[in-house]
């Protein structure tokens, strides 16, 4: 299957104080949030963004809804985050 790009990468903190990556695909997201995610790795919000990048992967939600999910988990966590405008 193929990449997930999304139209507006994220540029997120990592767990190395003072790093930040960019995210730029559903693919990347998912990484992140079970490699390198900074907050608390628990909670409804933070499952469902989980859920949401792997129900995306299967054509089951959009990349979109997907990327909006894994900002309100970030959003929730306390994760300091840029996106474009």
């Known amino acids: ?10 540029t997120i903190e990592c767990r190395q104080v003072g790093r930040y990556v ?3 695909s559903t693919e990347r997201a998912f990484h992140y949030m ?16 989980k859920q949401a990048l792997l129900d995306a992967r299967e054509g089951n939600v959009s990349v ?4 909006s999910a894994f ?8 994760i300091f985050f840029f996106k474009p405008s």
């Not at 299957?1 to 994220?10: F, G």
């Not at 079970?34 to 963004?49: H, P, S």
């Not at 900002?71 to 306390?78: F, I, M, S, V, W």
Request: hydrophobic share 45%; aromatic share 10%; charged share 25%.
């Open 1 to 10: 299957m193929a990449r997930q790009w999304w139209n507006q990468p994220i």
């Open 22 to 24: 960019t995210i730029n």
């Open 34 to 49: 079970l490699q390198e995610w900074v907050g608390e790795e628990t909670g409804e919000i933070f499952e469902a963004a």
């Open 64 to 67: 979109d809804d997907a990327r």
């Open 71 to 78: 900002l309100a988990a970030a959003q929730e966590a306390g």
